[in-house]
């Protein structure tokens, strides 16, 4: 696989199927994935990968505390509180898209609630992996992080498996802190929900627009 049809093809995946991944690949590919970008060699990502028994039991603790309804002080600001445009009407238009290919509403509050939910199950998928960093790097070591997991992701489409990253666990990062034991000088950046797509889930045939070259690129040649 080239990497442009490796581009072309990752999307975030948000139905899986019940069917187990090596270890040992994803052990390889997370690994492989540190020839990632790193300003002065820092390679600030830390990794924890988690699957099987511990992951289910981390997936009924946190249906619990969403039904219980707790809730945590984010571990950061996933959007600016005052999102302006283009990027609130973008923001708005791939949620949209998404619960359209659901059948869900924009009057159905609940509904939505439930399918959000759904995240912090990772959608079904047999494999977790979470993203930490020590709380002295700044948002240029935010970037390499986000080259690393680009990079995994990639891997992991020629390995023939889907993946999805997630945001939203920084509104929980009390409950990963202690779930994964990580010390307090590392703060929660993102989770990911790796595993095989199940193609008959309505949500993975969106396919989430880009913007015109010609509306956020100038070239000076």
Known sequence: ??????????????????????????????????????????????IDVVGGAALEGFKREMAAQIMAGHSETPAYDIYPPELK??????????????????GIPREDKAARRMWFARNFAFFGAPVALF?????????????????????????????????CPQECWAVYPDSVTRFLGTPPERMLFCGMAIGYEAADEPANALRADRAPLDEWAHFRF
């Open 85 to 102: 445009e283009p990027y609130r009407s973008r923001r708005f238009a791939v949620g949209e898209a998404l619960y359209q290919r659901l």
């Open 1 to 46: 696989m080239t990497v442009s049809a490796a581009l072309a093809a990752r999307r975030s995946v948000r139905g899986f199927l019940d069917r187990p991944v090596d270890p040992e690949l994803i052990r390889d590919l997370v690994g492989r994935a540190a020839r990632a970008p790193s300003g002065g060699n820092l390679q600030p990502w830390h």
């Open 131 to 163: 993203c930490t960093v020590d709380r002295q790097m700044g948002p240029p070591q935010w970037s390499d992080l986000g080259m690393y997991l680009q990079s995994l992701m990639l891997l992991l489409v020629e390995a023939g498996l889907a993946s």
